[in-house]
């Protein structure tokens, strides 16, 4: 089922725990699937996860307070190839953004199959977060680049079918060549967005800050936004674009819309 399984439940800790340059293939389930309540000291680098049900899979059990959870990285692995995840961080909200990082690793090559229910919104996702942050990864060639988390940053998300699905911060990103770049999310700051297909950025049924980006869009549009669900805000962003369109707003949404500065 698993090709390295570690389990620990209520108050035992997980600590000072290092798994590296291990090739994992060819399980059923995760290659890596680690599940606690309690760790502190979990580091996970250079190995190659590949051809499993989920790369590498992070649970958390029954966690009730913030310093339950510290230093767990996740860092410089190559993850491809796997059928439903590459990296998936369940998703808790009492742990600290900090307390899991995954950063410079290369994830790549995961895609929506037809032996998983269509329901299973972020089946095919490069980077699963939860509550995590992604910094520093190169994520391309997934149904999803990665989901959720509370900071995403400094990343290279390209050749994806959805870049970005739902994350609350996404700054210093360079995201390029995506079918649309974004999704879903609720900070957009300081990213280079250019040479996406469909668009830059299309959220439908969200609150948006967009603050600070470049766009550059030859052939798709730069912003779409529709039913947004609060205030939508676009300031100080550069926006290019040629056949496409700069900004789509439905009518549903220019009532708590506010743009300026762009």
Known sequence: FYGLELQRDGSDAITDLLIENNVIRDNSRAGIDIDFSVAHGITIRGNEVFANRDGIYVGLWNVWSADS???????????HSNT???????????IESEAIAIEENRVHNHFRGTEFRIDRRY???????????????????????????????????????????????VQKNRIFGNFVGLSDGENVTSNLFYNNQNAAI?????????IGNTFFEPSADAI???????????????????????????????????????
């Open 123 to 169: 089946a095919g996702t490069g980077i699963s977060l939860g509550q995590a942050v992604a910094r520093n990864n190169e994520v391309y060639h997934n149904y999803i680049g990665i989901a959720e988390g509370s900071l995403v940053e400094l990343n290279l998300i390209h050749g994806n079918k959805t870049g970005l699905d739902g994350p609350a911060t």
């Open 84 to 94: 439903l995840h590459g990296i998936s961080v369940e998703d808790i909200d009492v």
């Open 224 to 262: 779409s936004i529709r039913e947004a669900t609060g205030p939508t805000s676009l300031r100080n962003n550069l926006i290019s674009v040629a056949s496409g369109t700069a900004l789509r707003v439905d009518a549903e949404s220019q009532t708590q819309f506010d743009s300026d500065y762009n």
């Open 69 to 79: 959870i510290s230093d767990v990285l996740i860092f410089r692995n190559d993850i």
């Open 202 to 210: 299309d959220v439908t049924g969200a609150e948006l800050n967009v």
